[in-house]
């Protein structure tokens, strides 16, 4: 029977990656399995071949303290590789014709005070209370009880809403208040009607009426959210808070005091601006010019009379222009003073489109995924503030409390000879990538972690720097099981010839040690010199048969 077996590879290697501020969970070790999954396939389509298919790397992470008999699921394969971008193109043309009809927006006012409104200022002896509070309070970790105090240091609170006091969207921003330490009671509800015709029109008037209002009731600040914002309750917002209310209580000039909002490199890089802009007033609160987002921010009592005024308009080809964008557009030109804590500490829920932007729904959707996750969020901040000098310090005291975790990730690379061929590359080919990863020499490797810390990202895990990442994990080299030609016919051939070899070396053997048992008859016959006169002898087939009669 003649047997063919293909050449196949099996590479296994594992990967001891250290995450900063990632527990050993079912959930966080999926999200790992799909980072690590997305980067080893982009890795060997740029070191191998394009055609490097998916389904042929298995990534199975441990970490101390998952459990042995945690159930994994497969990592879900990148989206150019899947056929369901093919249709996105069509989802715009559908999405168009009930785009009026869609959006919850902010428009026509209507107010619903009650006993909400401003609330009196405190004298220069009451502040020097606060800073005692807030220095007493610095050593408490792991809820927001600054946030009351905070909240004391502004004239008025107010939350902007489309929606009933008593709907789940208000409910839940009102719990989430209470939850950080602020008296509800005090918090002012606006209520909006929606700009059916133009959603980015409603919510500027909103804003524009929250300033007015605050101007025609003498506050002198005032603390306005937006009815999707929230707190994260982390060491992140504890130390932001303390650093907000420091900042008020040196009672230093500003327009804006941003709590929560998204400032990326790409938008200095798309103005042209310089990181220079970003300069330290107060301990860990920067000058802000180009930001989005105002779902939670103090305002100025000068910053509402100057600017409750203004009226909407649309710049040219755009087709929304929401205030955020345009108090970014009067920051960078120097119009207004716009200041931030860093880290930041208010984010925006994730809900239903209220107000649609000028991107398509599904980018939007995954956009309003990040903002609503403090992680992902605050590390659009941190790639920014990185370029800030000394900026590092308003998060050195998370790097010194700072939790890792050690994952210990194999990584099996399981190709076909079929799959070889498709590709026209060797499983040598494969080996010398997978070596190249585990060289901490190459910038394979570099490339690799790079690529990593942002799947982790999108994962929605902590951002790790990508430095920080590779310098402390290990990668160890591959070890292999393969066959590297194809199993010839003649095989069989030759193991049947090694055989023969085997049976004509075994047959000489038993025939010398006859001969030689022979030899040694002979001789002690002759030795003894006495016939034997009944003996005779013949001979068959070249044998000498001794015969004795009986």
Same mark, same amino acid.
């Given at each position: ?6 050449a ?6 594992r990967?001891q ?31 191998v ?5 998916y ?18 699921t497969?990592s ?6 899947t ?10 043309a559908?999405t ?9 927006n ?13 609330? *009196?200022?405190?004298? %220069?002896?009451? @502040?020097?209370? =606060?800073?005692?509070?807030? !220095? #007493?309070?610095?050593d ?29 969207r ?10 950080? *330490?602020m008296?509800? %009671?005090?918090? @002012?509800?606006q =209520?909006?009607?929606?700009? !059916? #015709? ?12 929250a300033w ?12 306005i ?11 992140y ?12 209580l040196?009672? =230093? ?43 939670a ?27 955020d964008?345009?108090v970014?557009?009067?920051a ?5 003073d ?6 930041s ?22 956009i ?29 005291w ?7 975790t ?15 061929d ?60 393969t066959?590297d ?5 003649y ?5 049947v010839?090694?055989a ?8 000489f053997?038993i025939?010398l ?9 002979d ?7 006495v016939?034997m ?8 087939d070249s044998t ?7």
């Open positions: 029977m003649v047997v063919s077996v293909s196949s590879l099996n590479s296994n290697q990967v990656l250290n995450l900063e501020n990632v527990e050993c969970t079912l959930a966080n070790a999926q999200s790992v399995k799909n980072a690590v999954t997305a980067s080893t396939v982009k890795y060997y389509k740029n070191n071949d394009t055609l490097f298919p389904s042929s790397v298995f990534v199975t992470p441990y970490c101390t303290g998952l459990p042995d008999d945690a159930q994994l497969p879900p394969a990148p989206v150019p590789e056929p369901t971008p093919a249709p996105t193109p069509e989802a715009p559908t168009e014709t009930p785009a009026p009809t869609t959006p919850d902010y428009g026509t006012y209507e107010t619903t005070e009650g006993a909400y409104g401003a609330y *009196g200022t405190y004298g %220069s002896s009451n @502040r020097r209370q =606060k800073r005692r509070l807030l !220095e #007493e309070s610095e408490m970790e792991g809820h927001l009880q600054g946030m009351s105090f905070l909240q004391e240091l502004v004239d008025c609170v107010t939350v902007i809403t489309i929606y009933d006091e008593d709907s789940e208000v409910q839940a921003f009102m719990e989430n208040m209470d939850d950080v *330490g008296d509800t %009671s005090r918090i @002012r509800i =209520k909006e009607v929606r700009d !059916e #015709e133009n959603s980015s029109r409603g919510v500027w008037n909103a804003h524009t009426r007015k209002w605050g101007k025609d009731n003498k506050c002198a600040s005032m603390l959210f937006e009815d999707d914002a929230f707190f994260a309750q982390d060491k917002s504890a130390k932001s808070i303390m650093n907000a209310q420091e900042f008020l040196n009672e =230093k000039p500003f327009d804006f005091l941003l709590l929560g909002y998204v400032a990326a490199e790409r938008m200095y890089a798309r103005e042209g601006a310089s990181y220079d802009l970003m300069k330290e007033v107060d301990d860990c609160i920067f000058t802000m010019p180009l930001f989005n987002s105002l779902h921010y103090i305002i100025s009592g000068d910053a509402m009379e100057q600017n409750a005024d203004r009226e909407w308009y649309l710049p040219k080809g755009r087709h929304v222009w929401n205030m964008r345009e970014s557009r009067l960078h030109q120097g119009e207004i716009v200041v931030a804590v860093y880290p500490i208010a984010f925006q829920a994730s809900h239903e489109i209220d107000n649609r932007w000028d991107v398509d729904k599904k980018t939007q959707e995954l309003f995924q990040r903002k609503a996750n403090p992680h992902s969020s605050r590390s659009y901040n941190f790639n920014l503030l990185e370029h800030v000098s000394d900026a590092h310090k308003c998060v050195s998370r790097e010194r409390r700072l939790t890792t050690q994952f210990d990730v194999d990584i099996s690379v399981i190709l076909t000879q079929i799959e070889l498709n590709m026209g590359v060797t499983a040598n080919d494969v080996m010398v990538a997978s070596h190249d990863l585990a060289d901490d020499t190459t910038s394979a490797q570099a490339s690799f972690f790079v690529d990593l810390s942002s799947e982790i990202q999108n994962e929605g895990l902590p951002a790790q720097n990508s430095n920080t990442l590779q310098t402390s994990s290990n990668v160890n080299p591959p070890s292999t099981d066959d030609d194809e199993f010839p016919e095989g069989i051939v030759l193991l010839v090694g023969l070899c085997i049976a004509v070396v075994s047959v053997a025939l040690r006859k001969k030689s048992s022979s030899d040694d008859d001789s002690n016959y002759a030795s003894s010199r016939p006169m009944d003996e005779k002898s013949t001979v068959t000498t048969v001794a015969v004795h009669d009986l």
